[in-house]
């Protein structure tokens, strides 16, 4: 339960006369109860522990596929440029990209990405690619 949430609930189940205890329990909640992560943090948290070791700025260090890079030019060329695309190459991998689903479209037990995972890190290569992945 959020801080607002907590605050909500106490006030509607205590007395007016702890309503400030409420408010004290709502203050204690926001800071102790982790924090939600945005999708955007999410991707570059992904990218970081799942991806950056090939893919860090947007290159790709498997020689023979180096022009296969996360750079906007090389998504377009190679039929990456939408957020579809890039999760079902996550998704199923490509070459020595691992996969994080079986054929069939499940998970796979153990390393595998959710789908909110996959979409934020999608997200996050689109945004970053469109930056010139800060060059």
């Known amino acids: 339960l959020g801080a607002t949430r907590l605050h909500s609930l106490a006030a509607h189940s ?35 522990a799942r991806c950056a070791a090939c893919h860090a700025g947007g290159g790709n260090i498997i020689g023979y596929a180096r022009g296969k890079t996360l750079q906007a030019n090389d998504l377009e060329k190679n039929g990456f440029s939408t957020a579809d695309s890039i999760v079902q190459l996550v998704k199923q991998g490509k070459g ?38 800060g060059k």
């Not at 945005?38 to 990218?47: H, K, M, N, R």
């Not at 020595?96 to 934020?120: F, H, K, N, V």
């Open 14 to 48: 205590l007395p007016s006369a702890t309503a400030s205890g409420a408010a004290a329990l709502a203050a204690v909640a926001a800071v102790v109860l982790p924090h939600a992560v945005s999708a955007a943090d999410l991707g570059e948290a992904t990218f970081n």
């Open 96 to 133: 020595t990209m691992p996969r994080y689903y079986s054929a069939d479209g499940s998970p796979l037990p153990g390393g595998s990405l959710s789908d909110d995972e996959i979409q934020a890190v999608a997200t996050f290569v689109l945004d970053r690619a469109a930056g010139g992945w």
